[in-house]
């Protein structure tokens, strides 16, 4: 479980610094450290009910388990960033197959499989808040562009 956890911290933090702090040029082919949005998604589909259950796990551990979350919620904005609909419908049929399987055996345990939806409706609806600023950040970026100018000599001119 540590390494899943370390390595999708790791993942994060880089995806992160790589997008929004350094702004490095990406598209489909290079969305992120793996590559292809759609190797991230295959790497999602494993680490995503993997840091569910650590966080399980840790919840006694209120530094650890807090840890866990938020690179649990990292990996799953990313996920909903890369867009890539078979992961989210992967992770959400895998989940309803346990959550059915749980049901017979023990309801109240079951309902703890239901976590995996309810983050993914809850990045759904934050990613919709927050994807029309990204969006009015790409517009003002084409438009610095099509104006010939950089982002030096934009910085430069408000100073």
Known sequence: MNIVFLSALAFSLVFFAERYILETPYNKGNFSPFGFTNNAGQVFNIWIPLLVINTYVLRKHKLKCALSLITLISVVVILMEAGTRGTILGLTIGELVIFFIMLKQDKKKAIW???????????????????????????????????????????????
Not at 132 to 159: D, H, I, W
């Open 113 to 159: 499989f239901l976590s995996i939806s309810l983050l993914l409706v809850i990045s759904i609806t934050t990613y919709h808040l927050v994807e029309p600023l990204r969006k009015a950040r790409v517009v003002a970026q084409m438009n610095y562009l099509s104006m010939g100018t950089t982002k030096r000599e934009v910085f430069c001119a408000t100073k």
